[in-house]
């Protein structure tokens, strides 16, 4: 049921994602005004309780908070900007919570532009992927300025369970990306570890037991191991299918190795990464769950 006491949220975007996010939204008693390209997306968001709009302009209008969950950086700059953009329709005062992934440089061109339209818009990449976008258990990792995020703080509570504050506009979108950078080297070598142990004649889920309490443990050990029939709620035991897709990780290495060309830094293994899950995908394993890296070095 909803209240007055919560603000009128916009939400654009409603894929794996999104979707879960405005449900969730609804479920803690906002008032949920969604758009999106997809008609079936629309269908779901309507069944879940949310207000379906004709566009994006529609789905602000009267919108204290606006959340967009959008694929890249084109996508989010497409709906902001310009004099056709988002921002010259979002009504003063309203607050803006971007959760693409994007780059660093188009989180803080996009936050300038509303700054400039006197609004407030923090950048808040979330981690946790679709089974935490579903529990409304997500981490939100915050850029922008400690009075906007305060504000936030009611609406990312009712989607996740963790947020961090990393800096200013475009820090959430540079710590998320070190995040997934680290997740998709750890992804990768755990595949290629186990597929040793494989090699051998080792069994790979009395392998990956000893390694998810060893000095090797990590999330791809213990929640998404990459080797079928180890965990049967992983992808890898469903064909890969579902979980965080590897076209999608490919993405956040390619932004991760961007804004290191940026800064001058130096990643060699993140680089290796992205050139596994490109080989990978073209491999034609793009759109399964980044685990099914580990097939490139599996032997049939």
Not at 58 to 67: D, L, N, S
Not at 235 to 254: Q, T, V
Not at 260 to 288: D, F, V, W
Request: charged share 15%; net charge neutral; glycine share 12%.
């Amino acid at each position: 049921m909803t209240t007055t006491s919560h603000p009128i949220v916009a939400f654009i975007g409603l894929g794996h994602m999104g979707g879960p996010m405005a449900a969730n939204l609804v479920k803690a008693g906002f008032p949920v005004q969604v758009f999106d390209l997809v008609p079936a997306a629309l269908e779901a968001a309507a069944a879940a309780g949310a207000k379906v709009a004709a566009s994006a302009i529609g789905a602000v209008k009267g919108a204290q908070v606006v959340v967009s969950m959008l694929p890249a950086s084109r996508h989010v700059e497409g709906l902001y900007l310009g004099e056709d953009g988002l921002l010259a329709q979002i009504e003063a005062g309203a607050l803006v919570i971007d959760s693409s992934t994007i780059a660093p440089a188009s989180a803080r061109k996009v936050a300038q532009a509303a700054a400039a339209r006197g609004l407030a818009m923090i950048d808040a990449p979330v981690s946790g992927g679709t089974a935490g976008a579903a529990a409304g258990t997500l981490t939100f990792i915050v850029g922008g300025e400690a009075e906007a995020l305060e504000r936030a703080r009611p609406v990312l509570s009712a989607m996740g369970k963790n947020i961090f504050h990393m800096g200013g506009a475009g820090a959430g979108q540079v710590a998320k990306l070190c995040n997934n950078m680290a997740l998709g080297v750890i992804m990768a070598a755990t595949g290629e570890a186990i597929a040793l142990g494989v090699a051998h004649g080792l069994d790979p889920a009395a392998l990956s037991q000893m390694m998810a309490v060893s000095t090797s443990r990590s999330w791809a050990t213990e929640v998404c191991n990459p080797w079928p029939g180890v965990l049967p709620n992983a992808p890898a035991s469903r064909g890969y299918e579902g979980g965080f897709g590897n076209d999608l990780m490919l993405k956040d290495l390619g932004l991760a190795a961007e804004a290191a060309l940026g800064t001058g830094a130096s990643i060699p293994l993140g680089e290796l990464a992205r050139n596994l899950y490109s080989m990978n995908s073209q491999a034609g394993r793009g759109a399964l769950d980044f685990s099914s890296v580990v097939n490139l070095v599996r032997k049939a």
